[in-house]
């Protein structure tokens, strides 16, 4: 399973690697919901100040919908599910390197968009361990829950509009725990904030035990 | 359906009618009016019973049914019509839920919507079995439905928990609830206790008999999409076999006259099923389902195609 899961993250990140569509798409995208949200709340630095975690996870949630709708897009084409399908790959380990990839892809926007509610929200951040870990715990439970409902509505004609309904409803306690995480972090409010990840710790292990006990069924359906 | 099933359709309805009947009697006409909250007290033998179904008997039977569903053993399209039916039931009791719950909450507390963690993660709850509805709404093969609403109602069960408790955390000035509320559990006593459970058991079998008529509905669907892809198929044969045992027809080989028979056969094909998907306008699904079904059409096409592959691709191509 492991074996399998690096080989398809590695298919996964090569693809994006060469494409660039993460490069040149995704990641412009997440610096402009910021600069919009910037726009919507005014210029004026402490409101923004306030809103920046949960503008940035807002972000990084908006972000997880493209990514994962993109990785389903690689696996659209030319009978790729049929191969992936026949290629005898667990799909444990196709869930679990699809979500290695996808999470790969939401670090490296999360780096930018850190970089970016720093430099235009003009943010301090008080505790670096606190936000870190729960960037890490988010980005796995975000990614799994991405692909499993990217898997569900893989091949249907409607899926643009049908998975964000699907998954950002999911993601609301991601959404909650990371950005009250983060103004603890912000703020330097250790031990409120470490209590969050109690709630993102459970997310990301729930959904990775479902996606690795549901993914088959759903590979042969679609 | 059987008889019998009906014949208890209509049991548990008439039961459901005359439960409610009396519960509205009872709220109205018997139960005095609360100290505090006034004639507003009567919002409480409808709006706790309708919360109960909606977030205990309705999701509850919804991911009873589809885990039933994904287990192998017990895997029968029972189990997932059971659970689309619960689902659809439990939409409209959590929406019901809100409204009331809302209508109490204006004169109560001043405002139509609080973000406290009840409100909130109902809510939720609500968007994340809109979409499980969305989800089933596309076209698909049976089956293939099926599962993929058993792992999508699984998997936004596996939330409510978590749903909850974030929400719980992060508005920790959440109300308390309403029987649970021991400032509230001394007031509800007598009649009124009385009329409250009567309530329960009232909205309890209402929503046995939705989900029965509901899962009756579904059964019904599927059947009429089933007999409209036999008659699209039969009638598709007799076509084919029309088309290859016409005098007229080009024998193997002859260039030139063959090749203008497979586009007509194709796009009669290509006509009947735009002729169904009219026809079934109401059922949107089954029309697509018997479209999709129709449009490769391989095997019965093949027996004019193959002769000529080379004339018959290109007027195809073009037509395309």
Redesign the interface.
Known sequence: MWRDALLVAGKDVRIELRSRVALWQVLPFAVLVLVLFGFALGPGPSALRVAAPGLYWLAVLFTTVLATQRSMAIESGEGTRDGLRLSGIDPAGVFLGKVAAVALQLVAVQVVLGAGIVVLFDVHVATWWLALVASLLATVGLSA?GV??GA??AG???RET?LP??VL??V??VL??GS?AWSAALSGAVASGA??LK?LG??AA??LA?GVA?YG??Q??? | MSARMRLATRMVGLAALVSTAFTVWLAFWVTPPAKVMGTLVRLLYLHPPVAWVALYCAFGLAALSSLLY?WRRTRTLFWDRLGASAVEVGVVFTALTLITGSLWGRPTWGVWWTWTARLTSTA?LL??F??YL??RR?P?DPE?RA??CA??A???F??VP??M???D??QTLHQQGTVLNPGLDLKVHGSMAWTMLLGFVAMTLVFVWMVLVRYRVEVLADRIGDEELEVSLSERWAEGSAVTLDPGAPSRGAPGRGAPGLPATLVGVGRRAEDLAEHASPVPEHASLVAEHAAPVPEHASPVAEPLPGHATEPLGGRR
Request: charge should be positive.
């Open positions: 829950a499993l409902y569900l509505s249907l004609r409607v049908l309904l699907l409803p999911i609301a306690p909650i725990a009250r209590s969050w709630i459970p997310f729930v959904y479902v549901l069924p759903l042969e359906t679609a | 994904l939720l968007v994340l809109l979409g969305a989800l596309v698909a293939v599962r993929r792992v999508a699984l998997v936004a596996v939330d978590i749903v408790f974030s929400v955390w992060w």
